[in-house]
């Protein structure tokens, strides 16, 4: 044979030089696609012949005497070099747009999967269990063992049957294809992946070991042929065979799924038996990945190198046709004696070969309709014939008439024993079939050991403290289970602790961003003088937010003595205001008497609790806060906002926000009546000036109290040298404990409701949300009214400590601040007290000559802008943070959005602004509108 060789050409310029696999771009990620185009033909290299073949010309070294001569020349070489480069690079970007646009369509194939409502179902779950659990893996396991080497122990036996092969290997390609299915449709990471590529080939290749499909009956003789067509179809049937094996390789790497369960190949030390955490679920799948890679590049060697030789020469042999060619001559010219003798001649000559003829007639060659050659033999056994079929060749016929090789031409027919043969090409297929398993299995075990031993395990240590500190601050509460480390992880990013560590950093970032969040923007040159004063007070807050705040102790329903009921049957229309109006945000105070004012605030906390029940039930109970509330009005002084008037509205605000957050599910009685009490008396003795005038001036409050908020502790005290009387203790009723913990909840609450605290509430508003967001944007369950129920989950966080001392102060703040979500004409009537409060403190600020706070001049304060800054920079914030944890408060959201927009067209209807001013106020008040509307729809931040 001619020395010619195939120079290989690995990868074609006709095919991207990337193919998707799991989302990452290889040039040898899934090579078993490659598909050569009908008119390519291979480069043929003879030795020798290297100076004919075509070389890329490089270029001669430029010489400095003769540069100037070949400027011209150079150029033009030099414009042909970047025309080839940019021909080139817009080759390239054509290829990676092509790679680009494949990636793009597998992941958007993958992620409709993963997102339907199919994936998540209980159907799916439980298939894709049983697809990763152990006892499918070892049937998958056995049934790839008998798919691989069950032809070749038959060939090697020398069974002479199909039934019983053909029973198992179809029961075994039903599993492939069943497991093709069921992962198709459970699997987002298998759509497209190279194991589906490779499983189908495989299942495919299963057909030509099947002798009812394509595969050779063990019972019936081959026919050789030598022309053209039979040519071509030894190299398709080699072809064929080098792709199956391929392909079934492609399935060796999931052998790791049974090996990883042999304790000599789990890996790890002994001191890593019991742990169940992701380093074990990490380790699985780099071996995993690493098997698959090394998987793909065997596959390639083991289906490449076949074809090469394919493409040089079929390797037959040519002497057993040669011989039946002389033989049939001599039969045809009559010369019978040479016939024998030559018969004896090819016996003695394939005496010393393992294969040989066995047995030889005279007959006729026929073919059938559908192309299939067919041999004869004379049943006239006279003459020449019987001589020849009488010939003793030594040799019995093969156990397996598969093995058996007819050689014939028109007249003459020659069956040789290749049954040695095939049993050598089983032995090798079965070598190599164990040759792959030991590259990839135990290769790709070695490996990934050394990325375990180098990555997963410090990052195990990682992840467990992660996982300690997240347990306790995210209320993660996922465990890995030792059944769970039995599956096979299929996507890492679908672990607990990689879930985990995600939203650790998701919160973290959310955290950090709260915590660096400037409370005054970087830009106030544009501002208005209105906004400037709202900026003014949140900068306040943000010098005192650091302020200590003490660990809560959980309460319980108190239980006590009940006595004669006293609460007199009395009706809300004696006091001006009718039910309907009390139970919505239309409630107005500031149109009622001061009796009507008193009586109310006694109905308020008499009637909060059911009868029975609360602390204001009997007589006595009742007669005496009573005459506390009388005393409480009489220390309000006569202020246009921080009136009497003003303590009833924020007491009738707190009893209807508790209401809505369902109070009775996360606070006791006692802490309830707390907030009650000390909304009527959070304002008490205020002398309409703030704690920044009180400093300013060097008040007396102020130096008592160190500047720390000296209003708020004024209240305070104030508050408690009313209880402090006998005739006016509200508290006489109760144990010394409770005593304790009302006076701490009274004022705490009421510092709380110092502006100086407001940023910092809300930032701790935020951040309760963001660390439980998993809870709070849960589904929620509603009741028979229409309104939401507070889940258990979303109990257990309220109920910490700590966040009930939050919600506590948030509460009283929250009412002490509502006016801006109350009803159109409530929230405009205490928007003009409040600013005419302001203007007074700004009249004695130009009488001292100190300085006018912002929001405090009359002569220059736009009402209608200073209320749209105060919503947008202080309550909208702080009302958004709640509505998300408290999504029944929606209706002050709707108000506080309602409100903003008509501050906006007062605003446009006295100033006139400009189109630019105009259309920035408009952004500032939608914007503000958005937040509140994605707040009642609990949409993450």
């Not at 299963?206 to 009956?217: H, K, N, P, T, Y």
């Not at 650790?504 to 970032?509: D, S």
């Not at 209105?530 to 108190?558: C, F, W, Y």
Request: charged share 20%.
């Amino acid at each position: 044979m001619s020395s010619r060789h195939v120079t290989p050409l690995f990868w074609p310029s006709f095919l991207p030089s990337c193919l998707a696999q799991d989302g990452e771009f290889s040039p040898w990620a899934d090579a078993t696609s490659l598909r050569m185009p009908a008119d390519f033909e291979p480069t043929m290299v003879l030795p020798g012949d290297s100076d004919q073949s075509a070389t890329v010309p490089g270029v001669s070294p430029r010489r400095e005497s003769r540069e100037k001569e070949h400027v011209k020349g150079r150029a033009s070489v030099s414009a042909s070099l970047n025309s080839d480069t940019r021909a080139q690079e817009a080759k390239r970007k054509r290829s990676f747009g092509l790679c680009a646009s494949l990636g793009g369509a597998v992941s958007s194939i993958r992620m409709k999967l993963a997102s339907s409502r199919w994936y998540s179902s209980p159907l799916a779950v439980a298939l894709r269990g049983m697809m990763q659990g152990r006892n499918w893996a070892i049937l998958m396991v056995i049934a790839l063992l008998l798919a691989l080497f069950m032809p070749d122990i038959w060939v090697l036996a020398g069974v002479n049957d199909t039934i019983f092969i053909d029973v198992v290997l179809t029961l075994v390609m039903a599993l492939f294809t069943l497991e093709l299915l069921i992962l198709s449709v459970v699997d987002s990471h298998y759509i497209l992946s190279f194991f589906q590529l490779m499983d189908i080939f495989g299942t495919v290749s299963m057909i030509f070991d099947i002798s009812f499909m394509l595969g050779v009956a063990a019972d019936e003789a081959q026919i050789a042929s030598n022309n053209a067509d039979a040519t071509a179809n030894l190299m398709l049937l080699r072809a064929a065979r080098a792709a199956k094996v391929g392909a079934r390789a492609g399935r060796l790497s999931r052998v790791l799924r049974f090996l990883r369960f042999v304790p000599f190949l789990a890996g790890g030390d002994k001191q890593d038996e019991n742990q169940t955490g992701i380093a074990s679920m990490i380790s699985g799948q780099l071996a995993n990945l690493v098997a698959t890679r090394v998987a793909c590049l065997t596959i390639i060697l083991v289906m490449v190198i076949p074809l090469f030789d394919i493409w040089t020469f079929p390797q037959s042999d040519y002497s057993l046709q040669t011989w039946v060619n002389r033989l049939s001559v001599d039969v045809d010219e009559m010369r019978y004696d040479d016939c024998m003798a030559e018969l004896g001649l090819m016996k003695d000559f394939y005496d010393r070969k393992a294969y040989g003829p066995y047995l030889a007639c005279i007959g006729v060659a026929s073919t059938d309709s559908e192309g299939q050659v067919t041999f004869t033999c004379t049943q006239n056994m006279a003459g020449i014939a019987g001589q020849v079929a009488a010939f003793d060749f030594s040799r019995e016929a093969p156990p397996r008439l598969s093995s058996s090789l007819i050689v014939h031409t028109g007249t003459f027919m020659v069956q040789v024993n290749m049954h040695s043969n095939a049993q050598v090409e089983a032995g090798f297929s079965m070598g190599t079939m164990t040759f792959i398993i030991v590259i990839m299995v135990f290769c790709g075990l070695a490996l990934s050991s050394v990325v375990t031993d180098l990555a997963v395990r410090p990052l195990e240590r990682m992840l467990g403290t992660v996982r300690k500190i997240a347990s306790t601050v995210f209320k993660f509460t996922a465990e890995v289970s030792a059944e769970q480390n039995e599956e096979e992880v299929t996507d890492i990013d679908s672990s607990n602790e990689m879930k985990l560590l995600e939203k650790v950093v998701q919160k973290l970032a959310i955290i950090a961003d709260l915590q660096t969040a400037r409370a005054v923007p970087d830009e106030t040159e544009d501002m208005r003088d209105e906004d400037l004063g709202i900026l003014s007070m949140m900068h306040g807050a943000n010098i005192t937010k650091s302020k200590g705040r003490q660990t809560r102790r959980p309460s319980g329903t108190v239980q006590r003595k009940k006595g004669h009921l006293g609460v007199p049957a009395v009706r809300l229309e004696d006091f001006g205001v009718s039910q309907e109006i009390f139970n919505s945000w239309s409630f107005n105070s500031l149109t009622l008497s001061k009796n009507q004012r008193i009586n109310l605030a006694v109905y308020t906390v008499c009637k909060f609790h059911e009868e029975t029940e609360g602390f204001v039930n009997t007589g006595d109970e009742v007669g005496m806060f009573q005459r506390f509330t009388t005393a409480v009005e009489k220390e309000y002084l006569p202020v246009p906002f921080h009136s009497f008037a003003h303590s009833v509205d924020v007491l009738h605000a707190v009893s209807r926000v508790l209401r809505c957050i369902s109070s009775s599910s996360i606070l006791s009685e006692l802490e309830e009546f707390s907030l009650l009490v000390a909304a009527l008396g959070h304002d008490i003795g205020h002398p309409g000036v703030n704690n920044g005038f009180l400093s300013e001036v060097g008040h007396e409050l102020a130096m008592q109290y160190n500047d720390r908020s000296p209003l708020e502790n004024m209240h305070c005290a104030k508050l408690y040298t009313i209880t402090n009387k006998q005739e006016t203790n509200v508290f006489y009723h109760l144990s010394k404990d409770q005593y304790k913990e009302v006076r701490k909840i009274c004022i705490e609450s009421i510092l709380h409701t110092d502006m100086m605290a407001h940023q910092a509430m809300v930032k701790d508003l935020q951040m309760l949300f963001q660390m439980n967001t998993e809870v709070f944007t849960a589904e929620p369950e509603c009741d028979d009214k229409g309104q939401l129920i507070i889940s258990q989950p979303e109990v257990e966080i309220f109920t910490e400590p700590d966040t009930k001392s939050k919600v506590l102060n948030c509460v009283l703040h929250s009412a002490d601040v509502s006016n801006p979500c109350r009803a159109w004409d409530v929230t405009h009537d205490w928007a003009m007290v409040c600013l005419e409060e302001f203007f007074a403190q700004g009249d004695q600020e130009k009488l001292l000559g100190i300085p006018v706070q912002f929001l405090n001049d009359r002569d220059k304060l736009n009402k209608p802008n200073s209320q749209i800054g105060f919503i947008e920079f202080m309550i909208a914030p702080f009302f958004v943070a709640q509505i998300r944890l408290w999504p029944n408060l929606h209706e002050m959201g709707g108000n506080l959005s309602r409100n903003i927009a008509n501050w906006q067209d007062m605003w446009e209807k006295e100033v006139s602004p400009a189109e630019e001013e105009r259309a920035k106020v408009k952004g500032r008040v939608e914007k503000v509108q958005t937040n509140i509307n994605e707040a009642i729809q609990r949409t993450p931040i």
